[in-house]
């Protein structure tokens, strides 16, 4: 595609559900980073992965949080037993790494928890 | 050594004025500047970028100071439009591969008064 897809663009769960979230990349692109931006807030990172390198999972909040990605191509970014202080919107961005490229982001996925 | 840091953290100009907004970074791996701009609801998206061999770039009313001595680098906004109205990230990147490739700054929300 022409640029970063996230879908669903909003969910509403209830607490204590698990919610899945996509992110297909642009075509090419390597490094792939997941960010959580609160409301009125900046851009928490979350994980990053990079070709077939181990993903640098150093921002994950929670054990509650994990995420995929096969190989170049989508990834999914999931959270269990969500809270209420899960809600943000989760961003996806990705880049050509090991130049000097900058990042192309998603629209987000707005998520509520209620 | 990975943060870079920005202020202010929230701003207000009155349409036409000047706006200014500074980063400030350690890690001299940084070889790449982007900035971007956030509207309500959108995910950033890139609006001008530098290279650490210049020390200004211009785009339209967006321009790019780069002072490498200082490891600073600012986004001026000339004749600031309500529309300019976001919030703004800087970020740097490096020319590796591992998460450290890619950082942001906490973010400046811009307000311009009409």
């Known amino acids: 595609g022409a640029g970063v897809s996230q879908s669903p663009s909003n969910k509403v769960t209830e607490k204590g559900k698990d919610v899945e979230l996509r992110c297909d990349p642009i075509s090419g692109h390597t490094a792939l980073y997941w960010y959580r931006q609160r409301l009125g807030q900046g851009l928490e990172f979350l994980i990053y992965?990079?070709?077939?390198?181990?993903?640098?999972k150093s921002g994950l909040p929670s054990d509650r949080f994990s995420a995929e990605r096969t190989g170049e191509s989508v990834s999914t970014l999931t959270i269990q037993r969500t809270q209420q202080e899960d809600s943000a919107v989760y961003l996806c961005?990705?880049?050509?790494?090991?130049?000097?490229?900058?990042?192309?982001f998603g629209q987000g996925t707005r998520l509520t928890v209620v | 050594q990975q943060q870079v840091k920005q202020s202010p953290q929230s701003l207000i100009v009155q349409k036409g004025g000047i706006s200014i907004i500074n980063c400030a970074y350690e890690n001299t791996a940084f070889d790449y500047f982007p900035w971007y701009q956030q509207f309500p609801g959108k995910g950033p998206a890139l609006l001008i970028a530098i290279r650490p061999d210049v020390s200004e770039k211009k785009e339209g009313r967006f321009t790019i100071s780069f002072n490498k001595s200082a490891k600073q680098f600012s986004l001026h906004i000339m004749d600031s439009q309500p529309g300019d109205s976001a919030t703004y990230f800087c970020?740097?990147?490096?020319?590796?591969?591992?998460?450290?490739?890619?950082?942001f700054g906490s973010g400046t929300r811009l307000q311009v008064q009409p």
């Open positions: 970020a740097a990147v490096t020319r590796d591969t591992g998460r450290r490739a890619l950082t």
């Open positions: 992965f990079q070709g077939n390198s181990a993903p640098d």
């Open positions: 961005a990705s880049r050509l790494a090991g130049g000097r490229t900058e990042a192309f």
